[in-house]
């Protein structure tokens, strides 16, 4: 009941911060004319410059709503980046199993399905990256029959489609077989999500079931796989606790350092403090397809780490990496000059501190905190050693960026 008031509230809210925009498009393929919405997220219209990536929502008349609830809430934590979604009204009636229809025989779309299969990815896609700003990365949903016919995008040797999340699928025959099959032979990255439930329709459960059996056990680099099997729910009411799910899944690796990650991961490395943060943005973009400034909060967590475990050689790369993402402020200098400081070379900490006076200030960084740390550091004498300094944690959760001093 919990998850199901929280849905309601996030589908009422949701409009608040976002728009919905009704579009059409006539579709040659199709022979027809097809409606679909586009709901843009909240920083769409005040950014300009924002490019997003698109998540298609294939039973868009009733999932849109959830999907994008969620979208939200995550977002406003910074646990999830914002992205154009696409639904495509599909009337959960006769509309639906025309689009998604196959051949009893080989398994793959025929007449009216095969249709829409390229009706998607020759002439939707192409709209809504003309039209929109968009990313080159693409996510697709659905539930039950829709949920089965997105994984034909994955029979491709290049899927226009680099996740799939396939909510209690009703498959086409073979269609486990080809999935695992597929998984086992992709040549670029790709995340692939499924789920049923205990409650679900048998035939979905083996079939989702027979998938996993081979599934997990694949040992492609190129593929992020999960599979879900939800207690106590039905076929329609997995959905709910499936989208957080799925979304968290795809974007682990997003969200800002966590108390937890502090804890388990960073803490325990022997070294590579500074590496860590610089492998986790190249994840983000490499994977995810998203170029972001690391977040101040992650800088901050990263010193801690360094300070905690004495390891002060890190401050020079994490300063070079610092100079490279936010060149014009005071951060890489800052980091410098801890590296001289705990290191005991005093006259080149002061040195440092003071090149802050023509640096930009950035978070609680100003100029004259540096300076003060230079004063505090005259006629110190030098004297290399290893100071122990208490450090606190990053916050378990994700702090506002700091905003440059004015």
Sequence with gaps: MKIKAVLLFLMVSVSVFSQKIAEKIQSKKLNEERNFSIITPASYESNPTKKYPVLVLLDGEYLADPFSGILRYGNYWDDLPEMIIVAIDQNYGETRFNDS?????????????????EFIGFELLPYVQQKYRTIPFRM????DTTAGFLNFYLYKDD?????????????????????AERLGKIQKPIFYYHATSTGDLE??????????????????????????VFKNTSHYSLVAEAIPSAFYFIFNGYQPISKLEF?????????????YLIDKYDYIEKKIGIKM?????????IEAAILKNKAYDEFQLLADYSDKQYPKTMLGTYQRGMYFEKTGDYKRAAKEYMRAYTQEPI?????????????????????????EVPAETPAETPTEEPKKDE
């Design 140 to 143: 697709i949903a659905g539930h």
């Design 203 to 228: 035939e979905i459960q083996e079939k989702t079931k027979k998938l996993d059996d081979v599934a997990k056990d694949i040992k492609n680099p190129n593929v992020i796989y999960r599979y879900d």
């Design 263 to 275: 804890n388990e991961k960073i803490l325990k490395l022997d070294s590579g403090y500074a590496q």
């Design 101 to 117: 229809n196959y051949s009893e025989e080989d398994g793959l779309p025929a007449e009216s399905g095969a249709k829409f299969f």
């Design 293 to 301: 400034q690391p977040r101040m909060s992650d800088f901050k967590a």
């Design 159 to 179: 899927p226009i489609f680099n996740a799939f999340i396939s909510l209690a699928p009703e498959m086409a025959p073979a269609m486990e077989d080809r999935i």
């Design 363 to 387: 978070g609680d960084l100003t100029k004259d905190y540096l300076l003060d740390r230079a004063e505090a550091l005259k006629g110190k004498k030098d004297e290399p050693k290893v100071e």
